[in-house]
C-alpha cells in the first residue's frame, strides 16, 4: 500500500500478491501506514523499498538493485544540462504544491507499472517453478503407470477365492493411489472424454471394478464402492456420448439401446456390464425401499447386458441380486400371509434349483486387455454350489417354521439333510467347506444352526444329521443346544472381527443360551446366561453400527 500525504488528496495503493489484484482508493479518513514522495531524493527509490517490504522476493531485490544502478547512471550522464538556477527554481516551497502534485500523478502511473511488470514477472516464475513441480509429480505417476499393467494381472475383483483374496491385500496401497491420483483425475478433466484412448479407458474401468469389489467384500463399505462404480458408470457413458453427434441420455434408454451404443468401444460393453452388477449389489443390503428398487433396475439391466454377453455377470444378476430381492419380500410376508410367504419360498427353491443345476457356460473375470477368458459352469463349480444350496436350505427352513404339519416338516428336513449331506447326485456342501474362504464357511455355519434352532423349537427329531454334522465338522458330543452352539462357536472362529457374520455368530449363540436359559433351574445359572446374552447382544450391535447395517433380532427370521 502506498498513500500521499497531501492534505486534500489522498490516495491509496493496494497490493493483492496472490490474487494478482491491483486497488486505487481515495480515502480521506483512513489512517494507513504511507510514504511521503517528498521526503526523499528520488521517490522511485521509496517505492521499490516498499515494494520490497510487501513482496519479499529475491528476483524483486535483484531488480530494484539493477533499476538503482541504472537509473543514478542516467542521472548522472544528464546531470550537467541541469542548471543551479533551475534546481533552485524546482526546490522552492512556492511550487512545492504542485510538483508534489504532478509527483504523485506520475509515481503512480511508474508505481502501476512496475508493480505490473514485476509480478508478471513473478508470475512468470511462478509457472516455471509449477512447471517443475508438475514434472515431479508426473514422475511420479509415471513410475505408478508402470505398475498398472502388473496392477491388470495381478489385482482381481475376485475375493471369493483365497489365492485371488491374498494377491489383492498386498496391492490394495498402490491401487487406491493409482485410482485417486492418477485415473480419477483423468476421468474428473471434461476433456479427457474424448482424449483418453478406448484400451485406457476399458483399462481403468476394469481397476475400478476390482478396487470397488474389494471394498464391498472385504471392507464391506457398500457407500464407498458404489461412489467410485457411478463415477466409473457415468464416465463410461460420457465417454460414449462424446463420440455421437447426437447427445442423449443413457437413463432414457431400453437395454437394447444401451447395448449398442456400448458397442461403439471394444471391450466397453463386458466392463461396463460388471459395473452395473456391482454397483446393483451396493443397493441391496439396505432397509431403504428406494434402494432396492434402484438395485432391482440395475440387475434387470447387467441380466439383460449379461445374457446377450455370456458373461457370469448375467447369471450373478439372479442368484445373488432379483432373487435375493425377492426372497425378502417373501420373508417379509411371515406372520402376515404365510400362504402367499409359502408360495413364494417354494417359487424361490425351484429357482435356485435351477441355477444349481445349471450345465451353461459363462466367462467369468473378464479382462479387456487380454485375449484369453476364463469360464464357469455353475454347475460343477463348488463356491457357486454353496452359494445356491445356502439359499435353498434357509428357504426350507422358514418353510419349516410356517409348516404346522410334523409331516411337511420332516419331508423339508429331509431335503435339507441331502443339500448337506450329498447323494447319488452331489457331495453335500457339509464335506466341501474347506474349499472356501471363511467367511463364507461362516454364513453356512449360521444358516446351518439357525436351521437347527427351527428344529429345536419345532421338536423335530434331527438325529441323523446330527451325527453326520458331529463327525464332518468333527465336533464334541453333547446335547443338541451344545451342537448348535458348536456350530455358531465354528462361525464366530471363521469371522474377522469387523464382518457381518460375525455380528450373526453372536446373535446365534445369545439364541442358543436363551433358550438354555428356559431350561435353567439355579438362579446362578440363570444370572451367568442373561450376561452372555447381554454381552453377546451388546457385541453383535457393535459390529453392524460399524457397518451400517440394519438387521432386525426380535426374531429368529434373521436367517
Not at 511508474?110 to 514477472?121: A, E, N, P, R, S
Not at 428344529?455 to 458330543?477: A, G, H
Not at 446374552?533 to 453392524?544: A, C, G
Amino acid at each position: 500500500m502506498a498513500k500521499s500525504t497531501d492534505k486534500n488528496l489522498n490516495l491509496n495503493l493496494f497490493i493483492d500478491y496472490p490474487s494478482k489484484k491491483i486497488q486505487l482508493i481515495f480515502d480521506k479518513n483512513k489512517a494507513l501506514q504511507s510514504i511521503d514522495f517528498r521526503n526523499k531524493s528520488n521517490y522511485y527509490f521509496s517505492v521499490l523499498k516498499l515494494l520490497q517490504t510487501i513482496i519479499d522476493r529475491a528476483e524483486l531485490k535483484k531488480l530494484s538493485e539493477e533499476f538503482k544502478n541504472d537509473y543514478e547512471a542516467i542521472y548522472h550522464s544528464n546531470a550537467e544540462f541541469i542548471s543551479p538556477g533551475e534546481q533552485s527554481q524546482q526546490l522552492s516551497e512556492k511550487n512545492t504544491h504542485a510538483v508534489t502534485r504532478q509527483y504523485i500523478v506520475g509515481a503512480l502511473i511508474v508505481i502501476t507499472g512496475v508493480i505490473i511488470f514485476i509480478l508478471f514477472y513473478l508470475h512468470i516464475n511462478d509457472i516455471n517453478t509449477d512447471t517443475k513441480i508438475k514434472d515431479i509429480g508426473t514422475n511420479t505417476n509415471l513410475e505408478l503407470e508402470q505398475k498398472i499393467d502388473h496392477i491388470l494381472k495381478e489385482f482381481s475383483a475376485n475375493n471369493t477365492n483365497k489365492e485371488f483374496l491374498q494377491k489383492n491385500q498386498g496391492w490394495i496401497k498402490n491401487v487406491q493411489h493409482i485410482v485417486d491420483n492418477i485415473i480419477f483425475r483423468k476421468m474428473d478433466d471434461p476433456s479427457n472424454s474424448k482424449l483418453i484412448l478406448p484400451n485406457e479407458l476399458t483399462d481403468s474401468l476394469y481397476i475400478i471394478h476390482a478396487l470397488a469389489s474389494y471394498y464391498l467384500y472385504n471392507e464391506h463399505d457398500g457407500a464407498k464402492g458404489r461412489e467410485i462404480l457411478e463415477h466409473s458408470k457415468n464416465f463410461a457413458e460420457q465417454y460414449v456420448i462424446s463420440r455421437s453427434k447426437a447427445k442423449f441420455n443413457f437413463a432414457q434408454l431400453s437395454n437394447e439401446e444401451i447395448y449398442t451404443e456400448l458397442s461403439l468401444i471394444e471391450n466397453l460393453p463386458e466392463i461396463y456390464t460388471k459395473i452395473v452388477y456391482l454397483l446393483a449389489r451396493t443397493y441391496i443390503y439396505t432397509q431403504d425401499k428406494g434402494f432396492k428398487d434402484q438395485a432391482m433396475r440395475y440387475f434387470a439391466l447387467s441380466k439383460y447386458l449379461g445374457n446377450r454377453l455370456g458373461l457370469f455377470a448375467g447369471y450373478l444378476s439372479v442368484r445373488s441380486g432379483i432373487a435375493l430381492i425377492e426372497g425378502d419380500k417373501a420373508i417379509a410376508l411371515i406372520g402376515k400371509d404365510n400362504q402367499e410367504a409359502k408360495k413364494k419360498l417354494q417359487e424361490l427353491i425351484t429357482l435356485y434349483t435351477q441355477l444349481e443345476e445349471d450345465s451353461n457356460s459363462y466367462i467369468i473375470e473378464y479382462q479387456p486387455f487380454s485375449k484369453t477368458s476364463k469360464s464357469v459352469v455353475p454347475k460343477s463349480d463348488i463356491y457357486n454350489q454353496i452359494e445356491c444350496v445356502n439359499q435353498i436350505i434357509k428357504y426350507y427352513g422358514y418353510l419349516i417354521a410356517i409348516s404346522s404339519e410334523k409331516l411337511i416338516q420332516q419331508e423339508y428336513l429331509s431335503k435339507i439333510m441331502i443339500q448337506l449331506q450329498g447323494d447319488t447326485r452331489s457331495l453335500g456342501i457339509l464335506n466341501q467347506v474347506d474349499h472356501i474362504t471363511e467367511k463364507k464357511a461362516a454364513s453356512m455355519y449360521i444358516t446351518l444352526g439357525n436351521i437347527l434352532l427351527i428344529c429345536y423349537d419345532q421338536e423335530l427329531d434331527f438325529s441323523p444329521l446330527k451325527q453326520d454334522i458331529i463327525k464332518t465338522l468333527n465336533l464334541k458330543l453333547g446335547n443338541n443346544l451344545d451342537m448348535i452352539k458348536q456350530i455358531f462357536e465354528l462361525a464366530n472362529n471363521n469371522s474377522r472381527s469387523t464382518e457381518f457374520t460375525k455380528a450373526d455368530s453372536y446373535e446365534g449363540l445369545a439364541q442358543v443360551y436363551k433358550r438354555m436359559l428356559r431350561t435353567a433351574i439355579k438362579q446362578g445359572q440363570k444370572k451367568e446366561l442373561l450376561d452372555k446374552i447381554n454381552k453377546l447382544s451388546d457385541k453383535r450391535d457393535k459390529i453392524n453400527q460399524l457397518l451400517n447395517r440394519k438387521v432386525n433380532y426380535k426374531n429368529i427370521w434373521s436367517l
